[in-house]
T-cell receptor
C-alpha cells in the first residue's frame, strides 16, 4: 500500500507548456505539502495545505498553482514552464492538524520534471 | 549565511567505522530538529528527531547543542546500507516552517 503517491514519476516537456502533477495520500493526514529539489539537491518548501486550505506559499511564482479538491489530494499545476523549473518535485503529508511542521513528513516518490 | 548548513561530503568510510556529521543552523529560536535520510533518486524519510537531551536509536545517536546552534548525528558500526544522503532539518520558532540542509553524503565501502 502506497502511503503518498505521485503521478507521473517522470515528465519531459517543452518550454511554455502547461503541466500538472497529482498527489494522493491514504494516511488520513490533515496537512499536505509540495517541495522542490533542485540539481544541487536543496529541498525547499513550496506550499503547505491544511484541510484543503493554503497555509504556506513560499515565494513561488504564480505560474505554480496548487489545488486541493479534498484533504487527501494536493495537485500542482504549472503554467508556461521554464527551463529553471526542471527539478524533482516531492509531495508530502503529515498528521499536523494545524499545519505545523513538527510532525513526521511522509514523502511521495517524487516527480522528475525536465523542461527542454 | 545559509539557514541550515551541512558539509556535503562525501564521507567515505569502511564498514564498521564510526562516522559523525554536524549541521549548523542560523535561527537561534528554532523549535524542532530532525535528521532525514535520502537514498539516491528516492524520497527523504525521517531517520530520527533530535531532542535537547540527545537521543539514541540503535546505532544512531543525535545530539543538539542550542548554545552553539548545531546538531550532530553519530553512526556506529557503519553498514553498507547506511550509504545515503543525510539531511539536517530545522523548524522555525513557530514550528510552521521547515528548512532542509543540503545534505551530507555518506558512502560506506566493504
Amino acid at each position: 500500500d502506497t502511503a503518498v503517491s505521485q503521478t507521473p514519476k517522470y515528465l519531459v516537456t517543452q518550454m511554455g507548456n502547461d503541466k500538472s502533477i497529482k498527489c494522493e495520500q491514504n494516511l488520513g493526514h490533515d496537512t499536505m505539502y509540495w517541495y522542490k529539489q533542485d540539481s544541487k539537491k536543496f529541498l525547499k518548501i513550496m506550499f503547505s495545505y491544511n484541510n484543503k486550505e493554503l497555509i504556506i506559499n513560499e515565494t513561488v511564482p504564480n505560474r505554480f498553482s496548487p489545488k486541493s479538491p479534498d484533504k487527501a489530494h494536493l495537485n500542482l499545476h504549472i503554467n508556461s514552464l521554464e527551463l529553471g523549473d526542471s527539478a524533482v518535485y516531492f509531495c508530502a503529508s503529515s498528521h499536523g492538524t494545524s499545519g505545523g511542521f513538527t510532525d513526521t513528513q511522509y514523502f511521495g516518490p517524487g516527480t522528475r520534471l525536465t523542461v527542454l | 549565511r545559509k539557514e541550515v548548513e551541512q558539509d556535503p561530503g562525501p564521507f567515505n568510510v569502511p564498514e564498521g567505522a564510526t562516522v559523525a556529521f554536524n549541521c549548523t543552523y542560523s535561527n537561534s529560536a528554532s523549535q524542532s530538529f530532525f535528521w532525514y535520510r535520502q537514498d539516491c533518486r528516492k524520497e527523504p524519510k525521517l531517520l530520527m528527531s533530535v531532542y535537547s537531551s540527545g537521543n539514541e536509536d540503535g546505532r544512531f545517536t543525535a545530539q543538539l547543542n542550542r548554545a552553539s546552534q548545531y546538531i550532530s548525528l553519530l553512526i556506529r558500526d557503519s553498514k553498507l546500507s547506511d550509504s545515503a544522503t543525510y539531511l539536517c532539518v530545522v523548524t522555525n520558532n513557530a514550528g510552521n516552517m521547515l528548512t532542509f540542509g543540503g545534505g551530507t553524503r555518506l558512502m560506506v565501502k566493504p
